[in-house]
Protein backbone atom coordinates (compact mmCIF):
# COMPACT_ATOMS: atom_id res chain seq x y z
CA UNK A 1 0.00 0.00 0.00
CA UNK A 2 1.34 3.76 -1.08
CA UNK A 3 2.41 6.51 0.98
CA UNK A 4 -0.66 9.07 0.67
CA UNK A 5 -0.30 12.99 1.09
CA UNK A 6 -3.91 14.78 1.63
CA UNK A 7 -5.23 17.70 3.03
CA UNK A 8 -8.68 18.33 4.37
CA UNK A 9 -11.03 21.51 3.54
CA UNK A 10 -14.66 22.28 4.65
CA UNK A 11 -16.03 20.00 1.91
CA UNK A 12 -13.40 18.27 0.29
CA UNK A 13 -10.56 15.82 0.84
CA UNK A 14 -7.50 15.96 -1.54
CA UNK A 15 -5.37 13.15 -1.65
CA UNK A 16 -2.27 12.10 -4.41
CA UNK A 17 0.13 9.51 -3.44
CA UNK A 18 4.11 9.85 -2.69
CA UNK A 19 5.00 8.34 -5.20
CA UNK A 20 3.60 11.07 -7.84
CA UNK A 21 0.18 9.88 -8.36
CA UNK A 22 -2.41 12.58 -9.58
CA UNK A 23 -4.09 14.67 -7.23
CA UNK A 24 -7.51 13.59 -6.89
CA UNK A 25 -9.97 15.78 -5.05
CA UNK A 26 -12.94 13.94 -3.07
CA UNK A 27 -15.98 15.67 -2.74
CA UNK A 28 -19.71 14.96 -0.96
CA UNK A 29 -20.30 11.64 -0.69
CA UNK A 30 -17.25 10.31 -2.43
CA UNK A 31 -15.47 11.28 1.02
CA UNK A 32 -16.72 8.00 2.21
CA UNK A 33 -13.67 6.32 -0.40
CA UNK A 34 -11.60 8.83 0.53
CA UNK A 35 -11.54 7.77 4.30
CA UNK A 36 -11.31 4.15 3.58
CA UNK A 37 -8.28 4.64 1.18
CA UNK A 38 -6.73 6.44 3.38
CA UNK A 39 -7.28 4.25 6.46
CA UNK A 40 -5.72 1.70 3.94
CA UNK A 41 -2.82 3.44 3.34
CA UNK A 42 0.50 2.13 5.19
CA UNK A 43 1.34 5.64 5.58
CA UNK A 44 -0.31 8.83 5.53
CA UNK A 45 1.19 12.53 5.03
CA UNK A 46 -0.20 15.43 6.74
CA UNK A 47 0.88 19.31 7.51
CA UNK A 48 -0.64 20.29 10.94
CA UNK A 49 -2.68 16.76 10.89
CA UNK A 50 -2.17 16.66 14.51
CA UNK A 51 -3.77 19.55 15.22
CA UNK A 52 -6.60 19.50 12.38
CA UNK A 53 -6.53 17.38 9.80
CA UNK A 54 -7.41 14.08 11.56
CA UNK A 55 -10.11 15.38 13.83
CA UNK A 56 -11.68 16.62 10.91
CA UNK A 57 -11.56 13.14 9.14
CA UNK A 58 -13.07 11.65 12.15
CA UNK A 59 -15.97 13.91 12.63
CA UNK A 60 -16.60 13.29 9.13
CA UNK A 61 -16.86 9.70 8.86
CA UNK A 62 -18.73 10.09 12.25
CA UNK A 63 -21.08 11.67 10.20
CA UNK A 64 -20.98 10.18 6.57
CA UNK A 65 -20.28 6.32 8.07
CA UNK A 66 -21.55 5.99 11.79
CA UNK A 67 -17.99 5.31 12.55
CA UNK A 68 -14.76 6.83 13.59
CA UNK A 69 -11.58 7.37 11.35
CA UNK A 70 -9.26 4.64 11.83
CA UNK A 71 -5.55 6.25 10.94
CA UNK A 72 -2.86 3.99 9.68
CA UNK A 73 -0.16 3.18 12.14
CA UNK A 74 1.98 5.61 10.63
CA UNK A 75 1.26 9.16 10.29
CA UNK A 76 3.81 11.87 9.55
CA UNK A 77 2.98 15.51 10.14
CA UNK A 78 5.54 17.53 8.34
CA UNK A 79 4.54 20.39 10.67
CA UNK A 80 5.73 18.63 13.43
CA UNK A 81 9.25 17.43 11.44
CA UNK A 82 10.04 21.03 10.72
CA UNK A 83 8.65 22.64 13.55
CA UNK A 84 9.09 20.25 16.74
CA UNK A 85 7.82 21.66 20.11
CA UNK A 86 6.50 24.72 18.62
CA UNK A 87 3.65 25.85 16.49
CA UNK A 88 5.97 27.26 13.86
CA UNK A 89 5.16 28.82 10.32
CA UNK A 90 2.54 27.85 8.03
CA UNK A 91 2.51 25.36 5.15
CA UNK A 92 2.77 28.49 2.44
CA UNK A 93 5.96 29.64 4.90
CA UNK A 94 7.18 26.56 5.47
CA UNK A 95 7.41 25.39 1.91
CA UNK A 96 8.56 28.97 0.54
CA UNK A 97 11.43 28.80 3.16
CA UNK A 98 12.54 24.93 2.02
CA UNK A 99 11.37 24.21 -1.78
CA UNK A 100 11.29 26.70 -4.62
CA UNK A 101 8.64 26.05 -7.16
CA UNK A 102 7.27 28.07 -10.13
CA UNK A 103 4.11 25.58 -10.28
CA UNK A 104 0.95 27.51 -10.45
CA UNK A 105 -2.41 26.06 -9.09
CA UNK A 106 -6.20 27.40 -10.20
CA UNK A 107 -7.34 30.14 -7.59
CA UNK A 108 -10.01 28.23 -6.50
CA UNK A 109 -11.04 25.85 -3.21
CA UNK A 110 -9.88 23.20 -5.46
CA UNK A 111 -6.88 24.40 -6.57
CA UNK A 112 -6.09 26.04 -3.43
CA UNK A 113 -6.73 22.21 -1.53
CA UNK A 114 -4.32 20.94 -4.56
CA UNK A 115 -1.73 23.62 -3.69
CA UNK A 116 -1.79 22.45 -0.03
CA UNK A 117 -1.64 18.58 -1.00
CA UNK A 118 1.36 19.41 -3.15
CA UNK A 119 3.24 21.49 -0.83
CA UNK A 120 2.66 18.98 1.91
CA UNK A 121 4.11 16.30 -0.85
CA UNK A 122 7.35 18.58 -1.55
CA UNK A 123 7.85 18.93 2.29
CA UNK A 124 7.65 15.37 2.68
CA UNK A 125 10.01 14.45 -0.15
CA UNK A 126 12.71 17.75 0.89
CA UNK A 127 12.37 15.80 4.65
CA UNK A 128 13.01 12.33 3.39
CA UNK A 129 15.98 13.47 1.78
CA UNK A 130 14.61 12.81 -1.45
CA UNK A 131 15.45 15.93 -2.83
CA UNK A 132 18.74 18.17 -2.42
CA UNK A 133 19.35 19.47 0.78
CA UNK A 134 18.74 23.72 0.41
CA UNK A 135 16.97 25.35 -1.87
CA UNK A 136 15.80 22.99 -5.05
CA UNK A 137 14.28 24.35 -7.72
CA UNK A 138 11.15 22.49 -8.93
CA UNK A 139 9.43 23.64 -12.68
CA UNK A 140 6.89 21.03 -12.83
Known sequence: ?????????????????????????????????????????????????????????NTLSLSLRGKGFKAP??????REKFWPNILGKCL???F??????????????EGSNQADVYRTWMLWKHWNGTLRSGMVNLTT
Request: net charge negative; with cysteine.
Open 96 to 109: NDNVASSRVFPDTY
Open 1 to 57: MPTLVFDVGMSIIGIQNSNGGRYIPYYGDGRKKALERLERACEIVTYNGNRYDLKEL
Open 73 to 78: KNHIDI
Open 92 to 94: GDT
